[in-house]
């Protein structure tokens, strides 16, 4: 259970930097702005004609007598825009990495380099139209995982009891796995790590990835709160990525040194 501190300590620690480094953030915000902005008009086109949707979609019910008529359709209403509420947070992190690829590596190469013990940070290789293609692919794949969990929980969610409680909590965590493989891709892209290792990497150490996603996952869900915390995120996710590999960072070199000396 301690990783799921740790976890939470890296999402901290990520807004720290950030904070830091005004300029970073102030950049970082950009590609946040562009998507809240296209994901608003979506939920709200979703509250506004979801009703609609729903009885379009439920003709058998037209002959029930009132209130169940009213009561099941309301039901699928409101369970219709949860699930879209789930996907936007799933995705939302990926339509904004993909938005804002050259700001999120910049940001994610500085914080490799301000905590490496020799300045530096691993580079990719491969040009940039490769690596966005990558970036896109991968999400794509990521969102189609993420898309069968929410399915998933949508169908259980009509369980008694158990679709009100067990559920939703677990809809937060598979919404923290999938948002931190995001964040994390950042960095472990450039190291050459490829999506099925990335996924291998981030379960070996799910109560890690738990601490560090499913904060971000509830804080993504209040209104404009995911635009402010997407730069630190991506910052934090470094550290975790460095982490999970099992690099050592420059505070870590100091710390084993004065042990040394005492």
């Given at each position: 259970?301690?990783?799921?501190?740790?976890?939470?300590?890296?999402?901290?620690?990520?807004?720290?930097?950030?904070?830091?480094?005004?300029?970073?953030?102030?950049?970082?915000?950009?590609?946040?702005?562009?998507?809240?902005?296209?994901?608003?008009?979506?939920?709200?086109?979703l509250a506004v004609w979801g009703d609609d949707a729903v009885t379009w979609a439920t003709p058998f019910a037209?002959?029930?007598?009132?209130p169940w008529r009213g009561?099941?359709?309301?039901?699928?209403?409101?369970?219709?825009?949860?699930?879209?509420?789930?996907?936007?947070?799933?995705?939302?992190?990926?339509?904004?990495?993909l938005v804002?690829?050259?700001?999120?590596?910049?940001?994610?190469?500085?914080?490799?380099?301000?905590?490496?013990p020799d300045g530096t940070a691993?580079?990719?290789?491969?040009?940039?139209?490769?690596?966005?293609?990558?970036?896109?692919?991968?999400?794509?794949?990521?969102?189609v995982r993420a898309g069968l969990w929410g399915l998933l929980?949508?169908?259980?969610?009509?369980?008694?009891f158990v679709g009100q409680t067990v559920v939703p909590v677990l809809g937060f965590f598979v919404t923290g796995f999938f948002l931190t493989e995001e964040l994390a891709a950042v960095a472990l892209q450039r190291r050459g790590v490829d999506l099925r290792a990335r996924l291998t990497l981030l379960r070996s150490r799910k109560t890690l990835v738990w601490g560090f996603g499913t904060p971000l996952g509830l804080a993504f869900l209040v209104p404009f709160?995911?635009?402010?915390?997407?730069?630190?995120?991506?910052?934090?996710?470094?550290?975790?990525?460095?982490?999970?590999?099992?690099e050592e960072s420059a505070a870590e070199r100091e710390d084993a040194a004065e042990d040394t000396a005492a």
């Open positions: 259970m301690r990783d799921l501190g740790v976890g939470f300590g890296y999402l901290l620690k990520g807004q720290r930097w950030v904070a830091r480094h005004g300029r970073r953030y102030g950049f970082g915000l950009l590609p946040g702005l562009i998507t809240l902005v296209l994901y608003a008009a979506a939920l709200v086109a037209d002959d029930w007598s009132s009561l099941f359709r309301g039901f699928l209403t409101a369970v219709l825009f949860a699930l879209g509420l789930l996907l936007a947070v799933l995705t939302f992190t990926a339509v904004t990495l804002g690829q050259p700001f999120y590596e910049n940001l994610s190469e500085r914080v490799d380099a301000d905590v490496s691993p580079r990719s290789e491969l040009p940039f139209w490769r690596e966005l293609w990558i970036s896109a692919r991968d999400s794509l794949r990521v969102l929980l949508f169908a259980l969610g009509f369980l008694p709160v995911a635009v402010f915390l997407m730069p630190g995120a991506v910052a934090g996710a470094t550290l975790l990525a460095r982490d999970l590999l099992g």
